[in-house]
């Protein structure tokens, strides 16, 4: 989703997706991603100018972070480098699926300036953004793309 109505989002919708977001698998129950939900328009301006992925005119977009101190206090080196990635996109998918519940559109980018991103947000050093996600009243329902099953569907072993 990338068009959207150029509409606010009510902060409780905004604290129920993330609620949904706080419940996502997390490696070692760690729980060491952080959200920063942005409404004002004059931040969101300044991060897509920053994020090329970022397009339309989302209610809020949600920063998904990681505090990769407080992953590799829990996890040590793994921690940090594979389940506080896999940590984000699991919330990242709540974050999405519980939006759409409350009939809004989503679109998750990673094409964004880290360093960027970190200091509009003001985001402590060892806080690192890993996805953006735009969130906003649908302008537009775009068919779904088509899904291939062949090829990557294996039944017991590969290839089986």
């Known amino acids: ?55 339309g005119d989302p209610g809020a977009v949600v920063s998904v972070c990681q505090d990769l101190a407080d992953a590799r206090a ?8 594979l389940l506080a990635p896999c940590d984000a996109a699991m919330a990242a998918q709540n974050l999405l699926l519980a939006a ?12 964004f300036t880290h360093r960027a991103v970190a200091r509009l947000l003001k985001l402590p050093a060892d806080v690192e953004p890993v996805l953006l996600v735009s969130v906003g009243t649908p302008d537009e329902t775009p068919k779904a793309p088509p899904r291939n099953r062949e090829g990557i569907v294996h039944w017991e072993v590969y290839g089986g």
């Open 1 to 55: 989703m990338r068009r959207f109505k150029s509409l606010p989002i009510e902060r409780a919708v905004l604290e129920r997706i993330i609620e949904a977001a706080t419940w996502a698998p997390s490696g070692g129950n760690a729980q060491t991603w952080r959200f920063v939900i942005v409404t004002e328009p004059a931040r969101i301006a300044k991060l897509k100018t920053v994020s090329p992925g970022l397009l």
């Open 74 to 81: 829990k996890g040590s080196t793994l921690g940090e480098t």
């Open 100 to 111: 759409y519940a409350e009939g809004l559109g989503t679109c998750t980018v990673a094409s």
